[in-house]
Every structure is written in structure tokens, then in C-alpha cells.
T-cell receptor, first 114, second 112 residues
Framework: DTEVTQTPKHLVMGMTNKKSLKCEQH?????MYWYKQKAKKPPELMFV???????INESVPSRFSPECPNSSLLNLHLHALQPEDSALYLC?????????????FGSGTQLSVL | SQQGEEDPQALSIQEGENATMNCSYK?????LQWYRQNSGRGLVHLIL?????REKHSGRLRVTLDTSKKSSSLLITASRAADTASYFC????????????FGAGTQVVVTP
């Protein structure tokens, strides 16, 4: 199984809503990532978890709250988002870090904030 | 932050032609990778070249790396309509543990 599964595929939420994005991998990878991608732009790193511990937070606003319940799961909790947060949110995993090797990406969650 | 610059931004070719895109970066790296992304989908890893390698092949893909110029190129030979996608280079800087930084990308359109 070489897949990273993200749910939901699409999400529309209001600025007062609380929602969560989910990501799952069963490749035994110990590093997991959240990226944000705006249309026609490259992915931007948000968070990195290594061995279920938050290793990198790229100064992301607190309205985004990551969680890694176990080595296979990664969540991104969303609260009080702004319309400019609308984007494709990508989860990825890799065998380990440092010297980042091949990333396996999920298909993403297309988020629209109204 | 974005590490790599890619050119061209967009490339339109006919099936059977070769497609070449370039990537430049700013800092010392452990490796450089190329990814493909179909519209609205996740990225797919194509090939990784390490800092001590100069050229690498994988099927119809050929990647070169010139660390003295801090640049890389991706060549897709005998392109197919299915190669239509955005292509991103990504670097793993030596001083940024765990951070893979993506270039701006090249949009490639292959017409039958």
C-alpha cells in the first residue's frame, strides 16, 4: 500500500465553523507533512511531524491546529478561518527526515472558506 | 519560502517532441527532486538526484544537476498527451532539516 489518503476531498466552511482534515498512511513512514497550495502556486510547507512529534511549524496562524494521534494519522483542525485560507491542503509522508527523501502526497482537500 | 526558480513558466509542445525545463536554487542542498502535479491533484514524485550526482535517468526522464551553478534540468523525451501537468523542482537544503522547498513550477501542455 503506497497511498496517502486524505478526507474530505472537498470542504466548504463558514468563517465561524470548526472542521478537521484527515490524512492516513500505512507505509510505516515516520514523517508526515501538511502543505498549503494556492492555485497556480507551489506547495508551501505548514507543519512537519517526526515520530508523532511536531518538528516544524512554519509560523502558521493558530487557527490551524495540527494533531498526530499515531504514526499513521495526521489531522489538521480548522477554526475561524478567513476567505484567504481557501486553498488545496496537501498531506504527505516520507520514510524519515532529515535529508528529506521522496514524499508521497495525498490527493488533497480543496477548501473553500465563505 | 520558495527556494527554486523555474523556467519556462509554461511550455506548449506537440506529442513526440522533447520538453526541457530548468530549475535554479539558492542554497546548498542534500538532494533535488522533481514532482508532477495534474490539475487539482496531489504531487507525484518523479526522480531524485543527490548533490554528488550529475545526471540521472528514469524511463523517458533525464535529470541533470550542476551544483556549481545551483541549477538542474528535467528533460522529458518523446512526450505524450498524458505528460500534460505542472512540474515542480524541490530542494532539500542542507541547513533546513526536514524542509523540502518547491520551485514555482512549469506548466506543460502536450497536444496530440
Amino acid at each position: 500500500d503506497t497511498e496517502v489518503t486524505q478526507t474530505p476531498k472537498h470542504l466548504v466552511m463558514g468563517m465561524t465553523n470548526k472542521k478537521s482534515l484527515k490524512c492516513e498512511q500505512h507505509m510505516g513512514h515516520r514523517a508526515m507533512y501538511w502543505y498549503k497550495q494556492k492555485a497556480k502556486k507551489p506547495p508551501e510547507l505548514m507543519f512537519v511531524y517526526s515520530y508523532e512529534k511536531l518538528s516544524i511549524n512554519e509560523s502558521v496562524p493558530s487557527r490551524f491546529s495540527p494533531e498526530c494521534p499515531n504514526s499513521s494519522l495526521l489531522n489538521l483542525h480548522l477554526h475561524a478561518l478567513q476567505p484567504e485560507d481557501s486553498a488545496l491542503y496537501l498531506c504527505a509522508s516520507s520514510h524519515s527526515i532529515p535529508g528529506v527523501e521522496k514524499l508521497f502526497f495525498g490527493s488533497g482537500t480543496q477548501l473553500s472558506v465563505l | 519560502s520558495q527556494q527554486g526558480e523555474e523556467d519556462p513558466q509554461a511550455l506548449s509542445i506537440q506529442e513526440g517532441e522533447n520538453a526541457t525545463m530548468n530549475c535554479s536554487y539558492k542554497t546548498s542542498i542534500n538532494n533535488l527532486q522533481w514532482y508532477r502535479q495534474n490539475s487539482g491533484r496531489g504531487l507525484v514524485h518523479l526522480i531524485l538526484i543527490r548533490s554528488n550526482e550529475r545526471e540521472k535517468h528514469s524511463g523517458r526522464l533525464r535529470v541533470t544537476l550542476d551544483t556549481s551553478k545551483k541549477s538542474s534540468s528535467l528533460l522529458i523525451t518523446a512526450s505524450r498527451a498524458a505528460d500534460t501537468a505542472s512540474y515542480f523542482c524541490a530542494t532539500a537544503p542542507t541547513d533546513s532539516w526536514g524542509k523540502l522547498q518547491f520551485g514555482a513550477g512549469t506548466q506543460v501542455v502536450v497536444t496530440p
